[in-house]
């Protein structure tokens, strides 16, 4: 009886924490439709989209502040971009990080073309 209890307290809690996952990325990516963003991508623990006159990153975490957890690039002001170990480098100063070679290529040959 104990080890109902317990199990179905801990099956309770996956599912709370499930749900909040869900609605953080359901705001991420609404977020990213809204700005009109191309090519969003979800690896390494962030989305990473390409937008009119900007590139954006948004980290997921347990809790989400659009504004606090986003990075921003302006398109006119990157000069030169890199790919190099898994990685899009910007600048030689901000590193954007991919887990899947497709997903980097990918956003690589778009943020190349929307530069130029």
Same mark, same amino acid.
């Given at each position: 009886?104990?080890?109902?209890?317990?199990?179905?307290?801990?099956?309770?809690?996956?599912?709370?924490?499930?749900?909040?996952?869900?609605?953080?990325?359901?705001?991420?990516?609404?977020?990213?439709?809204?700005?009109?963003?191309?090519?969003?991508?979800?690896?390494?623990?962030?989305?990473?989209?390409?937008?009119?006159?900007?590139?954006?990153? @948004?980290? /997921? $975490?347990? +809790?989400?502040?659009?504004?606090?957890? *986003?990075? =921003?690039? #302006?398109?006119?002001?990157?000069?030169?971009?890199?790919?190099?170990?898994?990685?899009?480098? @910007?600048? /030689? $100063?901000? +590193?954007?990080?991919?887990?899947?070679? *497709?997903? =980097?290529? #990918?956003?690589?040959?778009?943020?190349?073309?929307?530069?130029?």
């Amino acid at each position: 009886m104990i080890f109902l209890v317990v199990f179905g307290f801990i099956a309770l809690i996956v599912i709370v924490l499930n749900v909040m996952d869900n609605s953080n990325l359901q705001k991420i990516e609404n977020y990213f439709k809204s700005k009109n963003c191309q090519n969003i991508i979800y690896s390494k623990g962030s989305y990473k989209g390409i937008c009119e006159d900007e590139v954006m990153e @948004i980290s /997921n $975490s347990f +809790t989400v502040d659009l504004e606090k957890n *986003k990075t =921003i690039y #302006k398109l006119n002001e990157i000069k030169n971009i890199e790919k190099k170990n898994m990685a899009i480098i @910007i600048n /030689n $100063s901000y +590193t954007i990080k991919f887990k899947e070679k *497709k997903n =980097i290529d #990918k956003f690589y040959k778009s943020l190349k073309e929307k530069i130029n």
